[in-house]
């Protein structure tokens, strides 16, 4: 059975910051053992391109982040974008809950490599991406670590995070 841990957030991070007035305010979770991050989406007007469907722009983005976090967790450091290629199948809809999934892929010490895929409330394909991501450096982990903020339901994830 999956142990599924919330993910902390930053403060203004378009897709998970709290505190941002324009952002998304996703919350993101972890398996803990499988390390594949996962999330819901319910997009509104605010995120079309065109009349009833949601912009390419905004679905690639929210897969980066799954991805991002997915390299995160996998490498114990925090990662940055390198690439990120999207594909996308079908179109994304007003009011239709999405699923976000992304795992890793391959893993070594300076490039990781991870997939995501969208999937519609009827479990339709929506979008896939690939992205290759690159852990930090040990001292910037440790300033993206601290701008961190949770609840008491990030607390397990906050602390593998920090090393503990």
């Keep these: 059975m999956a142990r599924l841990l919330e993910l902390p957030h930053t403060a203004g991070c378009v897709v998970c910051g709290r505190q941002n007035p324009h952002g998304l305010k996703l919350s993101l979770q972890v398996d803990a053992d499988t390390a594949q991050v996962r999330c819901d989406f319910l997009p509104h007007s605010d995120h079309v391109g065109f009349e009833g469907i949601i912009h390419g722009g905004l679905l690639a983005t929210v897969l980066d982040e799954a991805m991002v976090w997915a390299a995160t967790w996998r490498g114990r450091r925090f990662c940055v974008s390198g690439e990120l290629v999207v594909r996308f199948r079908q179109e ?25 895929k969208i999937f519609n409330s009827q479990g339709e394909l ?20 601290a701008t961190l903020l949770g609840e008491a339901t990030t607390v397990e994830a906050l602390s593998y995070l920090r090393g503990g």
């Excluded at 809809?93 to 997939?115: H, N, Y």
């Design 92 to 116: 994304a809809r007003v009011g239709e809950k999405l699923t976000v999934t992304a795992e890793v892929e391959t893993s070594r010490p300076r490039l990781i490599q991870a997939v995501g």
């Design 126 to 145: 929506l979008a896939t991406a690939s992205g290759k991501y690159v852990p930090v450096t040990p001292d910037r982990h440790h300033q993206f670590v």
